[in-house]
């Protein structure tokens, strides 16, 4: 399943950190979005940010995710999905994926929140 396990906190912190360099990205963004995230799951998360941010940051976000995504969890990507949905129910196929990557996108959304709040200081 999991191909590199070191570092995945450093590796959230970096998603973090380039989640909230997105010129559009706000607090109140990541914070609506790990409510969902936390509340409904991944689908959910990536069907809210395309559904009220569809611009260049809600894509950016899932994009970016996506590419960590890839790297722990590289045989969900074998179909060459990169639409975020599709992903997402792919991973749904595999309880441990699913919530293994749940707890990437969560923690990559709070040190998001973290470096936007630096930002704004």
């Known amino acids: 399943m999991i191909e590199n396990r070191q570092n995945l906190e450093v590796r959230c912190a970096e998603l973090g950190e380039k989640l909230a360099k997105i010129d559009e990205v706000s607090e109140k963004m990541l914070n609506e979005a790990l409510a969902v995230l936390e509340e409904q799951g991944v689908y959910a998360a990536f069907l809210y940010l395309k559904a009220r941010y569809n611009n260049v940051a ?43 990557a749940r707890e990437l996108l969560r923690t990559a959304f709070v040190y998001a929140r973290y470096h936007v709040k630096v930002k704004e200081a």
């Open 58 to 100: 809600g894509k950016d976000v899932a994009g970016k995710f996506l590419g960590v995504c890839q790297e722990f969890l590289g045989e969900v990507f074998s179909l060459g999905q990169r639409d975020p949905l599709e992903v997402a129910k792919a991973l749904a196929r595999d309880l441990d994926n699913l919530l293994f």
